[in-house]
T-cell receptor, first 114, second 113 residues
Framework: QQQVKQSPQSLIVQKGGISIINCAYE??????FPWYQQFPGKGPALLIAIRPDVSEKKEGRFTISFNKSAKQFSLHIMDSQPGDSATYFCAARPRGSTLGRLYFGRGTQLTVWP | ETGVTQSPTHLIKTRGQQVTLRCSSQSGHNTVSWYQQALGQGPQFIFQYYREEENGRGNFPPRFSGLQFPNYSSELNVNALELDDSALYLC????????????FGQGTRLTVV
């Protein structure tokens, strides 16, 4: 059972464009929603995270939009660069769970063309 | 670099064998989580160790077991390997008392033939 559903599976964007990746969850007991970036041969690295009491969080070119009522959250990458080409995972942590216990989406492979 | 190191980086085993994977957590981190990442999938939570005790387990059979040592490094053991165990195994360390972030190692690529 996939606790966090992520789309699209792959995304191709031109340099300077906006990349948008969407995630949806069903378990309302999640209380922490991070996004991870993974390059080939590397482990996932935390990109940005949000808690459900906030509707939007921005860090540089990366923005998370969170819709609690719809149980959806999305990652927007503004001014996408070739260096952003990687696999992106959304994740969610159950309330009361320890930090390391995360449910991940299946991932989105982003390719940014120069 | 996250300061989380895993060994070995690659491993090939035969079905039915046993394997031990190792993780050295970031300095001072007392919590280690293990994940299995099949090709083209997101990581799946196997279990977590906090101060040498198992502290939560995902939907994995008992042949997946682990240990955490007093220095907070950790081992993942898998017995009776199956072909479907082929995956990237990731460990993540964290210090829940002070930070919200879990830091991942680069993973061990296990191939079962």
């Amino acid at each position: 059972q996939q606790q966090v559903k992520q789309s699209p599976q792959s995304l191709i964007v031109q340099k300077g464009g906006i990349s948008i990746i969407n995630c949806a969850y069903e378990n309302t007991a999640f209380d922490y929603f991070p996004w991870y970036q993974q390059f080939p041969g590397k482990g996932p690295a935390l990109l940005i995270a949000i808690r459900p009491d906030v509707s939007e969080k921005k860090e540089g070119r990366f923005t998370i939009s969170f819709n609690k009522s719809a149980k959806q959250f999305s990652l927007h990458i503004m001014d996408s660069q070739p260096g952003d080409s990687a696999t992106y995972f959304c994740a969610a942590r159950p309330r009361g769970s320890t930090l390391g216990r995360l449910y991940f989406g299946r991932g989105t492979q982003l390719t940014v063309w120069p | 670099e996250t300061g989380v190191t895993q060994s070995p980086t690659h491993l090939i085993k035969t079905r039915g064998q046993q394997v031990t994977l190792r993780c050295s957590s970031q300095s001072g981190h007392n919590t280690v989580s293990w994940y299995q990442q099949a090709l083209g999938q997101g990581p799946q939570f196997i279990f977590q160790y906090y101060r040498e005790e198992e502290n939560g387990r995902g939907n994995f059979p008992p042949r997946f077991s682990g240990l955490q040592f007093p220095n907070y490094s950790s081992e993942l053991n898998v017995n009776a390997l199956e072909l479907d165990d082929s995956a990237l195994y990731l460990c993540a360390s964290s210090l829940p008392e002070t930070s919200t972030e879990a830091f991942f190692g680069q993973g061990t690529r296990l191939t079962v033939v």
